[in-house]
């Protein structure tokens, strides 16, 4: 069994940035992907990036530029640095693990964690 915790979430002005960091534990091997989505008001979740075990990243297209995924894999964290927030980035933030590889990397998520919610105010 994975756990992922995030943390990191928060308030913050239009302009501003944030940090989100998920705390993976449980595993007894590497996920083969870890990635991070966000559900907005009113909207379906949607996948915010993703980084792979060979460190390969994706992005949502609107979000390249400003937000960066990274990894962790002495403390088994992974990280969300978000700049140059917007209002409509405001949303709940949730860290997935892939533990199992069923063909296509980053695209079997079977875990989760809680979420951290993230406000951004205009």
């Known amino acids: 069994q994975v756990q992922l915790v995030e943390s990191g979430g928060g308030s913050v002005q239009s302009g501003g940035s944030l940090r989100l960091s998920c705390a993976a534990s449980?595993?007894?091997?590497?996920?083969?992907?870890m990635g991070w989505f966000r559900q907005r008001p009113g909207k379906e979740r949607e996948e915010v990036a993703s980084?792979?075990?060979?460190?390969?990243?994706t992005y949502a297209d609107s979000l390249k530029g400003r937000f960066t995924i990274a990894q962790d894999k002495a403390t088994n964290t992974l990280y969300l640095q978000m700049n140059s927030l917007k209002p409509e980035d405001t949303a709940m933030y949730y860290c997935?693990?892939?533990?199992?590889?069923?063909?296509?990397?980053?695209?079997?998520?079977?875990?989760w964690g809680q979420g951290t919610q993230v406000t951004v105010s205009s």
């Open positions: 449980g595993a007894t091997k590497s996920p083969f992907c």
């Open positions: 980084i792979d075990s060979f460190g390969s990243t």
């Open positions: 997935a693990a892939e533990s199992v590889f069923l063909g296509v990397l980053c695209s079997s998520w079977d875990y």
